[in-house]
């Protein structure tokens, strides 16, 4: 009996090694398969994280590959676009509806957002959302005072019970295949991404020497060294914009501005404002709050890409300041924009 009994575990671990490689390119095959009980809905399925370790380990190569101006000012380029794209699209419209756009750019924007390698639009969107409902309550799956700031850093998007998307908390969007596409294949843009930049290189490398750049080299500049900084940006927001920073509005959970974090995140570090209310597309309140996000949504909105962009009310913007009354917190993100559904033109 012992022997049938090792060879049944042999093999299920076997199958869920598999479904954990699987996940490397079909998220969903996790999210469908893997059950997750309470007593392991924080245990880590390691093999799944391989990826995102081997693009840290890409950075290892700098001495190896050396530098170029072409690869260094691709990296920054990758950098921001890539950051406007998460925190402008899958922050501000995916999970807040700050704005509305056309289905076209929705999508751009969305494969963008995707090249970030931060998973899929809709995986990004609930999560978030489900963070406002419970901002730094029990329930809070990445808050530092509740969980550590490693865990709210990174740990919590390892964990089984955060692999697959809160689809209740989606909403209308779920309704475009081609935003479920990069939800399950949410590896395909950051693999594309990779080879494209290894490409060019490469053909740099033979037909434009006088660029000094190599495959390897764009390949460690261009993608891993741009992916992890981008990484650890946005990771900051969770695990340090409600630790640290200053409180203009009384909300009710810990979230803080931080002047260093809105730099580096484009926006994002005004996040007591953000907490106070998220339903704008501004999370720099004042003309002094350095939000480069809100001046590329102006941008887009001059040039007819984006709408109805959601501004700050003023009674809101005063609101919980100097004795006055405090804002209702906007939690719900589920209702559509004002105007136009999302998606539409």
């Known amino acids: 009996m012992t022997a049938p009994t090792a060879t049944g575990a042999t093999r299920g671990a076997a199958r869920r090694l598999g479904r954990q490689l699987l996940a490397w390119v079909d998220s969903s095959s996790a999210a469908k398969t893997d059950d997750v009980v309470a007593a392991d809905a924080r245990g880590i399925d390691w093999p799944r ?8 380990a890409g950075c290892l190569a700098l001495p190896f590959v050396g530098a170029s101006a072409v690869a260094v000012w691709t990296c920054v380029a990758l950098y921001a676009l890539r950051m406007f794209a998460v925190t402008a699209f899958y922050h501000r419209y995916f999970a807040h509806r700050a704005f509305a756009t056309s289905r076209a750019a929705q999508f751009a924007f969305a494969v ?21 409902v419970h901002s730094d309550q029990p329930a809070d799956v990445h808050s530092a005072l509740r969980h550590g700031w490693l865990w709210s850093h ?8 955060n692999f697959a998307p809160r689809h209740a908390l989606i909403g209308g969007f779920a309704r475009f295949p081609e935003l479920r596409f990069l939800d399950r294949w949410d590896s395909l843009v950051p693999l594309a991404l990779a080879g494209g930049l290894y490409a060019f290189g490469a053909w740099a490398e033979g037909h434009a020497p006088q660029l000094g750049t190599t495959g390897a080299q764009m390949l460690a500049w261009g993608f891993c060294v741009s992916t992890v900084a981008l990484y650890h940006a946005t990771f900051c927001i969770n695990s340090m914009a409600h630790r640290y920073g200053s409180r203009r509005y009384a909300t009710r959970d810990a979230s803080r501005n931080n002047l260093w974090l809105a730099l580096v995140t484009f926006g994002e570090g005004w996040h007591n404002n953000h907490h106070h209310y998220p339903a704008a597309a501004r999370q720099g309140f004042y003309w002094w709050e350095v939000d480069f996000s809100w001046y590329g949504l102006k941008l887009l909105q001059a040039l007819g890409i984006v709408w109805d962009l959601k501004p700050v009310p003023a ?22 924009p004002e105007g136009r559904p999302e998606g539409t033109r």
């Open 112 to 132: 963008l957002g995707a090249a970030s390698a931060q998973r899929g639009p809709l995986w990004w969107a609930s999560h978030h959302r489900h963070h406002h």
């Open 315 to 336: 009674a809101v913007r005063h609101a919980g300041r100097d004795g006055a009354p405090a804002a209702t917190p906007t939690i719900d993100a589920a209702a559509p």
């Open 154 to 161: 990174m740990g919590w998007f390892m964990a089984r019970e």
């Open 49 to 56: 994280l391989v990826p995102f370790f081997a693009i840290h």
